[in-house]
């Protein structure tokens, strides 16, 4: 990024762009340049997306920068020649933590870079000089509380989009398949180096309650393996399943969002624009959905479909999803009516109306906009709700079914080591969930209050809307 | 409108929810992929358990038509004829068995509703009454992180903190604390009566209890916090204070009851939480109350008796519901009955 910064004219210096160099078209250089790095996991996710098994093959090919390839973490310690097969010869601790390091740094030269995009365009592309827009970014620039959501926020997205890379080691290698892969150590007796299987090295590395079984967070295990979290009574590492479970976590919870937002949006419109018998009705099936006690009517849809395709798909992940989306419409829909509503007895509404545009149309550009805000607000605070759900299902035995890891039944596994050496693996799931639901219940305050200084939600809204652990 | 024609608007209109709210299970229990007969028996792999099949089909009318099982299914529930378990406890009746497991979950919700308001109010009025001062921020802070803490982590790590109390707590831990208790378990609710046995029922529940209402606890701290964070700078608060009312008056007479207002309505809304929470802290904790009936009958296959008992649980949430508007207007009586 840095040897671009001399190709790019600076902002605001000028006006407008000098002519022979558009300011648009060295961020998008700058983007290219970041994006590089990463260009090879990338096509190599949307190929193994989309199945496609050469894409995978060759974007393998291509060097990463956030990979354990070019930062490897597992060598091997031989007695006074140091560690061997780590990057540069690090302890595999300090090798994981770079790494780690470097996946954040990058994440965050991105956030830099797409803000300094959002400025560019404010600055030279947009024809007006003011926004509406522009206030709501004043005011989340002075809310703490909000900020510090954002911030807990983003990097729970880093850890589920560099899961894989994140790990001191692979799902693939230490969960999935572990006899088919090996590792090497250093044997003291024989005074040389031996391979050993993952598999059996797990199950010499296993956390189960005792000290002498037991692989705390922070440490090595017998085979020079560093687990940043500790492992779990399979000995198998917790960081790894934790962050893969993220991934989890994130994919549902935004599959859920997305369609109970669209469901929520579609009636908050239909029901603003037309009124009358039309609102009512989407009232007492909105009140008879909320009438089910939630968390009961998704048991009993995760096991009445429990055997059907939809099942299969992501591991009970989309099935999840979908439940989620069709118990959690009805809280998005009541938080958004009331604004639809206001903003649909406008003049400039019934302007459009009478100018002859179609009542999508009018829907879409003239009442939608004002509304898109609050959905945000909604969708932050329900985010964390739906993580908590699933983490609760799953720790019942239902939801997300093994091996795929799920952060609620990882705190299954490990309730029953809490009071021994063992507490960790039950503990760290658990405390992740709470700062994560923290983390976006206040960026949805933020988001609220930025929103709209004048209009305070009533704080009865306030609390229906925030995530609560009463969910699961 | 006086108040009792009120009361019979807001229950005819929670009729429609009611029987929209069991045609939904109707749909899930009955048209769904699952077939409640087949889900009883389980693998049929011998003449025996087909013919076992054929009479459950028979027996639950899955071989009539559509529409005469809905009705039947929508009639039986009206009249209260909530059918008969399957596999959990098969035979017995659906309410005889809400009779036996009911109460243990009411004496749960009730402490669940009860500890919030105990804890929660006071904490929330005293960060209110010493507002931006870092008692204000803790108890503040403590509300929203509290709040977001999953229920079951928190019943799984209350309980290993209580079996190891023991350990740090001087003169013997929780479970020989005043009466000696296990630690899960459901509480003995034949002795109510006897303060001993009032006593021993209170502290078996009372750590499933604190969890359950722990999510209420951070709501009803927040929120009483704003409600006396604005009523100490209306106007009549500032009057009082000029011609000396003494302060302990002020905060009991003034602030206390304005505040309550908006409070009454958010302890009956999260009475309405507890219906849905109890099964993951009666799974931990192991109390077998309706909860605990519930979650089994649905990894059982029982789903004659879980269809039942979700007819109960929207009868209860949409009670609440109309108790709670009820209230609203008895507590504040500038809430109108028109346009609610």
């Known amino acids: 990024m840095a040897g671009n910064n001399t190709a790019r004219s600076t902002p605001g210096t000028e006006p407008d762009h000098d002519g022979r160099f558009a300011p648009g078209v060295g961020w998008l250089a700058g983007a290219a340049l970041l994006l590089a790095p990463e260009a090879g996991a990338l096509v190599g996710f949307l190929g193994s997306l989309l199945n496609v098994e050469f894409v995978v093959t060759v974007a393998d090919a291509v060097p990463t920068l956030i ?4 930062i490897p973490n597992q060598g091997v310690q031989v007695p006074g020649e140091g560690w061997q097969g780590t990057f540069f010869g690090l302890s595999p601790a300090a090798a994981w933590a770079l790494r780690v390091v470097v996946a954040y740094l990058y994440a965050a030269v991105w956030a830099v870079w797409l803000w300094r995009g959002y400025t560019l365009y404010r600055r030279h592309y947009r024809r007006r000089a003011w926004t509406p827009r522009d206030d709501v ?69 296993v956390s189960q309650g005792t000290p002498d079984r037991n692989v705390p967070p922070l440490a090595y295990d017998a085979f020079g393996r560093y687990h940043p979290f500790g492992t779990l009574p399979s000995g198998q590492d ?89 118990t959690g419409w009805p809280s998005l829909w009541r938080a958004i009516r009331g604004p639809a509503l206001q903003v649909a007895e406008r003049d400039w509404v019934d ?66 080591l809490l009071t021994t050496a063992s507490w960790h693996v039950a503990v760290i799931p658990g405390l992740l969930v709470v700062l994560v639901v923290t983390g976006f219940n206040a960026l949805g305050d933020g988001i609220r209050d930025a929103i709209d200084a004048e209009t305070d939600l009533s704080d009865e809204e306030e609390t229906s809307a925030a995530a609560s652990g009463a969910g699961g | 409108m006086n108040r009792l024609t009120y009361l019979l608007r807001r229950l005819a209109l929670s009729i429609p929810v009611v029987w929209l709210g069991t045609t939904a299970t109707f749909a899930i229990v009955r048209l769904g992929p699952l077939n409640p007969a087949a889900a009883i028996v389980g693998p049929v792999n011998s003449a025996e358990a087909r013919e076992r099949l054929a009479r459950i089909n028979e027996r639950l009318g899955l071989n009539d038509p559509l529409l005469e099982q809905y009705s039947e299914y929508m009639l039986n529930l009206i009249t209260f004829d909530l059918g008969q378990s399957w596999v959990v406890y098969p035979g017995q009746d659906t309410v005889a068995l809400l009779a036996a497991f009911g109460p243990r979950t009411l004496w749960l919700g009730a402490w669940a509703v009860l500890i919030p308001i105990f804890l ?128 302990r008056r002020i905060v009991f007479k003034h602030v206390l009851r304005n505040a309550a207002i908006p409070l009454i309505p958010v302890v009956t809304s999260e009475a309405y939480l507890l219906v849905g929470g109890s099964v993951l802290v009666e799974v931990v904790f192991g109390i077998n109350g309706i909860g605990t009936l519930f979650f089994e009958a649905m990894t059982t296959g029982d789903l004659p008796l879980a269809g039942s008992l979700m007819f109960v649980f929207i009868l209860i949430t949409v009670g609440i519901n109309v108790l709670q508007d009820l209230l609203y207007t008895v507590i504040d009586p500038r809430v109108g009955f028109e346009g609610r």
């Open chain 1, 67 to 70: 990979s354990r390839e070019t």
């Open chain 1, 137 to 205: 970014f004043r005011r989340f620039g002075r809310h703490r509380w909000g900020q510090f959501g954002l911030v807990i926020v983003a990097l729970f997205l880093t850890l589920a989009v560099f899961a894989p890379a994140l790990g001191p080691t692979t799902m693939e290698r230490n969960v999935y398949d572990p006899y088919s892969y090996e590792v090497e150590t250093y044997d003291a007796d024989a005074g040389e180096v031996v391979t050993v299987s993952v598999g059996q090295a797990n199950l010499e590395s």
């Open chain 1, 238 to 326: 917790l960081f790894t399943t934790v962050a893969a479970g993220s991934r989890v976590s994130l994919f549902v919870g935004l599959l859920a969002i997305t369609v109970s937002a669209l469901v929520a949006v579609g009636l908050a419109m239909v029901s603003a624009y037309y009124g009358g018998v039309v609102d009512l009705l989407v009232v007492l099936v909105s009140d008879a959905t909320q009438a089910l006690p939630q968390l009961l009517v998704v048991i009993l849809l995760s096991v009445v479909l429990s055997e059907t395709w939809l099942a299969q798909l992501y591991s009970g992940g989309v099935l999840l999803a979908l439940i989620f989306a069709l």
């Open chain 1, 351 to 416: 302007a459009a109306d009478s100018f002859g545009q179609q009542p999508q149309t009018t829907m879409r550009k003239h009442v939608l906009p004002y509304v898109a805000g609050y959905v945000m607000v909604y969708a932050s605070m329900n985010f964390g709700g739906i993580v908590i759900g699933i983490a609760g299902l799953s720790f019942l035995g239902l939801g997300i079914s093994p091996p795929t890891p799920e952060w609620g039944r990882i705190v299954d596994v490990g309730q029953p």
């Open chain 2, 120 to 247: 929660g109010i006071p904490l929330g009025i005293y960060a209110g009454l010493h507002p931006n001062t870092r008692r204000d921020y803790a108890a503040s802070i403590g509300g929203i992180v509290w709040r977001a803490t999953p229920n079951f982590w928190l019943a799984v790590v209350l309980l290993a903190g209580l079996s190891l109390s023991n350990e740090f707590l001087p003169g013997g831990g929780w479970q020989t604390f005043l009466v000696e208790t296990r630690l899960v378990g459901a509480p003995d609710l034949s002795a109510l009566h006897t303060p001993e046995g009032f006593l021993t029922a209170t502290k078996q529940v009372l750590p499933a209890s604190f969890v359950l209402g722990s999510a209420s606890m951070g709501n009803e701290l927040r929120l009483s916090r704003t409600a006396v964070l604005e009523i100490i700078t209306e106007d009549y608060i500032e009057t009082a204070e000029a011609v000396g009312v003494s302060d």
